[in-house]
């Protein structure tokens, strides 16, 4: 008989339930320093992580299959996460879901089960908040998050914990109610003045980083143009080059991706139609002290993270671990 984390390997299969994840105390800090690891990890290549492959059941969605094994945390597991766009309008559902399988890395056996949405959001924000540290003027005074969804409240969220000086986040969304919503949820736990921007342009201009989740799609949609952009700043992506012009992504000073596997087997697909800029390095080199990351407070650096299988699977495995502590979760028979 085996025992993984006090489940029965073979007999036993943890379920927990979005509820379950949400409910679960944590601290901002604990994630970043999670992601930060993480990203380390990867940097070093001590991570099994191919590339995620994905199936495209719609134009501009996906459904991507996310494995890794970390064996410092012996975690491993796959991600299945969807992104489809028009879901909130179609249906009132979010754009992006994930069910996260753990299994035992000794066995390989799947152990549990998880709903994976609210890891997906938070990661992505730690990964932004890392990414700041690294790349940025970390005594910037101002940060500018364009799509104010799920993942770009967690942004505002998570961003003061990297940037000791931050004085104002400027926010901007198509969607008033999207402002709104975020305002009304956040500003209250935050000392940080969060002011509603009345565009794109005024968010850019206003704010040394910027950092933006709206929505992906093949061909680029800019609406960011190359003359707001200036020296010094740094563009943080979620959404790949979808805002800006193909000029302003080459002309960065320095421009970074968190996998360049991923992102080219993203441009086979189709992604980046004019081309992926030359890359200075991988996120989690500069995170692991490999490669340099800003040197210069004048230079201009872009960093495009589309999200890698490594994070969720460190914060699957760190959830998984607490919800067996605590009882939280539903045990099912395999
Ligand atoms: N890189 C990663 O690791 C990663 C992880 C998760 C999500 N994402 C991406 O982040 C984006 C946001 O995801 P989400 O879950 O927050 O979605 P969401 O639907 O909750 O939020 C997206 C927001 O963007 C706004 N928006 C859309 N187009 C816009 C535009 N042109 N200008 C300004 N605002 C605009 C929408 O009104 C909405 O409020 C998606 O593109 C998603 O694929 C990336």
């Known amino acids: 008989m085996r025992n993984f984390c006090g489940l029965e390997v073979g007999r036993d299969l943890l379920y927990i339930s979005r509820d379950d994840i949400v409910g679960m105390e944590r601290k901002q800090t604990t994630i970043i320093h999670l992601i930060e690891r993480s990203l380390s990890i990867h940097g070093m290549k001590e991570v099994e992580m191919p590339a995620k492959i994905g199936i495209h059941p719609k134009e501009n969605t996906f ?12 975690a491993c597991g796959i991600k299945w996460a969807a992104g489809f766009p028009e879901n909130r309008e179609l249906y009132g559902l979010p754009q992006i879901t994930a069910l996260l399988t753990l299994n035992d890395p000794e066995t390989g056996l799947p152990v549990a089960v998880m709903d994976a949405s609210w890891i997906t959001t938070v990661r992505t924000a730690a990964v932004t908040a890392v990414a700041a540290r690294y790349l940025s003027n970390t005594n910037s005074e101002t940060f500018g998050m364009i799509g104010c969804g799920e993942v770009g409240r967690k942004h505002v969220e998570f961003i003061a914990n990297v940037l000791p000086k931050l004085k104002k986040i400027f926010i901007y969304d198509v969607s008033p109610q999207a402002m709104e919503r975020l305002i009304q949820e956040i500003q209250p736990q935050m000392e940080v003045e969060i002011i509603q921007a009345a565009s794109m342009e005024e968010v850019v201009k206003s704010s040394l980083i910027v950092a933006s989740a709206t929505v992906i799609t093949e061909q680029p949609r800019p609406q960011i143009k190359d003359e707001w952009i200036r020296k010094g700043q ?13 000029k302003t992504m080459k002309k960065a000073d320095k421009y970074f991706v968190d996998s360049i596997e991923q992102n080219k087997l993203f441009q086979e697909y189709g992604y980046y139609p004019a081309g992926i800029p030359t890359i200075n390095g991988e996120l989690g080199e500069v995170v692991a002290g490999l490669k340099k990351g800003r040197e210069h407070e004048n230079e201009l650096v872009i960093g495009n993270n589309i999200g890698m299988a490594v994070e969720d699977i460190m914060v699957g495995k760190a959830i998984f671990e607490a919800a067996a502590n605590q009882g939280i979760g539903q045990t099912l028979k395999l």
């Not at 459904?63 to 012996?74: D, L």
């Not at 740094?234 to 193909?246: Q, R, S």
């Open 63 to 74: 459904i991507h299959a996310m494995p890794a094994y970390i064996q410092e945390h012996q």
């Open 234 to 246: 740094t563009i943080l992506l979620c959404d790949l080059h979808t805002l800006y012009e193909d």
